[in-house]
């Protein structure tokens, strides 16, 4: 979890090229830059811990909408991950599936506030892998509670919804 505003200047910015086109001698490419907006849980342990603007929703939807503007006047296309929410995940997804057991109640006044906050403001959003029980039996990359019930239904998001890496353990 970042202790100060200047520690982004030392996190990893995960980004690729999308396009490219030669035109006039010159190369102009479309970039994608991915950017977590999980709030980091004590309870969770360090799959997400370190990659984590901050515990607090409000800190991180301060920092996060700070670099999503600074990365969108850029000119990069942000992707929000991990809708909705994976900072109190239990084990990495990279390596196996994980269920977050909190009720839909605590995800609304904790893990989903920086989305709520900040998904009109970029062209995508990443589904986590994580299964929400809460919710719905399905990982939420699946499920339609999450995708057509909260994401595009309550929170109004209209842009293009991603799955994370398919071949992740989860």
Not at 32 to 46: C, H, N, R, S, T
Not at 109 to 120: G, R
Request: one cysteine or more.
């Amino acid at each position: 979890v970042w202790e100060n505003d200047f520690d982004y200047l030392i996190d990893e910015l995960t980004g690729f090229p999308i396009s490219a086109t030669f035109s006039n001698n010159q190369v102009t490419s479309t970039w994608i830059a991915e950017y977590k907006l999980d709030v980091f849980d004590l309870e969770g342990d360090m799959a997400i811990g370190d990659r984590a603007f901050a515990s607090e929703p409000q800190d991180v939807v301060a920092r996060a909408g700070a670099m999503l503007e600074g990365l969108t006047t850029a000119g990069l296309l942000c992707s929000l991950k991990h809708f909705p929410g994976q900072g109190s995940a239990r084990g990495d997804t990279h390596a196996k599936s994980v269920t977050i057991s909190k009720s839909l109640v605590h995800m609304r006044t904790h893990a989903l506030v920086p989305f709520v906050e900040l998904c009109d403001r970029a062209p995508m959003v990443m589904m986590a892998h994580c299964i929400y029980p809460q919710v719905s039996t399905q990982e939420a990359c699946r499920s339609s509670e999450w995708i057509s019930t909260i994401l595009r239904g309550e929170l109004g998001f209209r842009g293009v919804v991603v799955s994370d890496d398919l071949t992740m353990g989860a």
